[in-house]
């Protein structure tokens, strides 16, 4: 059996929990708990150690979603959650500048992790203050490559469409890789 | 749709670096306690700004007499007789009667934007929201004036180490000019000290070496460097960092080798096909 992992990550509240449910044939297996800080206080509980969902291809091949606590005291789950990974999401809650320069710190950490692709899901596109995935990019400061993508977390036909862009994203650096040794 | 947000969270500096790399036409309108003010963009350009509440009226002859163009006693005469008449109005009385040149209105417009602009700089809280394609008052005179400039120029004013900071924390990264760095270099005023940072700009030179070399504090290059990135001036050059010392850990050991490029492939395709059909 061939296991294969992908990170969801991003800020604090960002979705990423949401995000796994959204497509996972199992229950997401969270370490959620109830949030004690007032400052957080804006939901009732926070990932602490990883969320962890599934989606089976087959008997010989599964594919894991790994998302990471949001929250800066459990960064030191990253380094360990990116082993191996084939590739990573990002999510920004597009509705929080507040947090924009905190994903943008948390985007630059996992690249330093791997050479992986990886996309950007500008989250909860169906909220009225939720800013432009186009504006997101240049306040991110992406390269051209990266995609940005437009995302409800809540939505399963948006979450499956973030993954499979990342997807391609793959197949692509694969193919450039293989273009470049012939 | 939106851009809204408060500018404890998305500084002035970011807005306009924002509105100029996405060259955005509309306005700005930010709120504090006690004072509110607009700008407005063409195409990523300010061409107009105003502290206040926009009230839709003329005001070109206080702009005139804060410019000292007029005098206190002819601003309030032409105040008087411009009921009702829009700033291009006036503006062309007072040419036509000579009063002033065209080159006096436009110069003390757009001080007056510049002077609001800056202003704007120095605030560290307040709502904002921007509205795309709501425009000044067409009565306005309205001059388009680059971003880039007037970022460099905030960025000047900037007292809080804390921001630049957290913007720039790693002074050991090298920058790179972006794309046409002669036309835009052109179009900015540098001082003396910024020219000397422009001209250490090169991929093999880190920030902090460029301080060392110019005798520069870490406060004052990183304005400088936090403006000329803001401005699109620059950019840093992406070099992958050292990753963080990994020990080798008993799991690491027992790693299965990277499969074959084919295989991998064949992994992803077949996740591909199975998310199309979720
Ligand atoms: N409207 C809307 N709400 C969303 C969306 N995605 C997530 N949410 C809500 O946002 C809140 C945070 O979502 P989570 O999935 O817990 O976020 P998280 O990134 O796992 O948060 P931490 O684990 O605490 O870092 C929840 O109340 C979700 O229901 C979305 O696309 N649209
Ligand atoms: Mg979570």
């Known amino acids: 059996m061939q296991a294969v992992k992908m990170v969801i990550t991003g800020p604090f509240s960002a979705g990423k929990t949401q995000f796994i449910g959204s497509v996972s ?158 | 749709m939106a851009l809204k947000g408060n500018l404890r969270d998305f500084s002035t500096t970011q807005l306009l670096n924002l509105i100029n790399l996405a060259r955005k036409t509309g306005t700005l309108s930010i709120q504090t306690e006690s004072e509110s003010a607009q700008m407005s963009f063409r195409e990523g350009k300010l061409i107009y700004a105003y502290m206040g509440n926009d009230n839709g009226k003329n005001h070109l002859a206080q702009i005139l007499q804060t410019s000292g163009k007029l005098s206190p006693e002819q601003a309030q005469v032409i105040q008087s007789h411009a009921e009702g008449k829009s700033d291009k109005e006036i503006g062309h009385l007072l040419v036509t009667a000579r009063r002033v040149t065209q080159n006096d209105i436009i110069q003390s417009v757009r001080q007056n934007v510049l002077d609001t602009v800056y202003k704007l700089f120095t605030w560290g809280e307040g709502v904002f929201r921007f509205d795309a394609n709501r425009m000044p008052n067409s009565g306005y005179i309205t001059i388009p004036i680059d971003l880039e400039s007037v970022i460099m120029e905030g960025s000047r004013r900037l007292k809080e180490w804390e921001i630049l900071q957290e913007e720039l924390p790693d002074l050991d990264v090298a920058l790179r000019f972006t794309d046409r760095p002669d036309a835009r270099l052109r179009n900015i005023n540098l001082t003396v000290e910024e020219w000397r940072v422009v001209s250490f700009v090169n991929p093999r030179n880190s920030i902090r070496q460029i ?34 010392e990994k020990t080798e850990s008993p799991a690491r050991r027992k790693a299965p080798p990277e499969p074959s490029p084919a295989a991998k492939r064949s992994v992803v395709v077949r996740l591909i096909d199975r998310i199309r059909g979720l």
Not at chain 1, 49 to 67: H, K, N, Q, S, W
Not at chain 1, 155 to 177: C, F, G, M, R
């Open chain 1, 25 to 182: 044939e199992i229950d997401v297996v969270s370490t959620e708990r109830k949030i004690s800080s007032m400052a957080e206080q804006v939901k009732e509980s926070t990932t602490v150690a990883m969320d962890f969902g599934r989606i089976t291809v087959g008997d010989d091949l599964v594919l894991y979603l790994f998302g990471t606590p949001g929250q800066r005291r459990f960064d030191f789950m990253w380094d360990i959650l990116s082993q191996g990974m084939l590739g990573f999401v990002v999510m920004v809650d597009s509705t929080k500048p507040e947090t924009f320069r905190e994903a943008k710190r948390i985007l630059e950490t996992f690249e330093s992790y791997a050479s992986t692709p990886y996309v950007v899901a500008a989250n909860k596109q169906d909220m009225e203050d939720a800013w432009e995935p186009e504006d997101l990019r240049i306040i991110l400061r992406l390269k051209p490559e990266v995609k940005i993508l437009p995302c409800v977390a809540t939505d399963k036909e948006s979450v499956k469409n973030a993954l499979l862009e990342l997807l391609y994203s793959i197949l692509d650096q694969l193919d450039q890789e293989n273009g470049d040794k012939s």
């Open chain 2, 211 to 244: 301080a060392k070399a110019n005798n520069l504090s870490d406060f004052e290059i990183r304005r400088i460097v936090y403006g000329m990135l803001q401005a699109g001036l620059v950019e840093f050059v992406n070099q992958p960092k050292p990753a963080p």
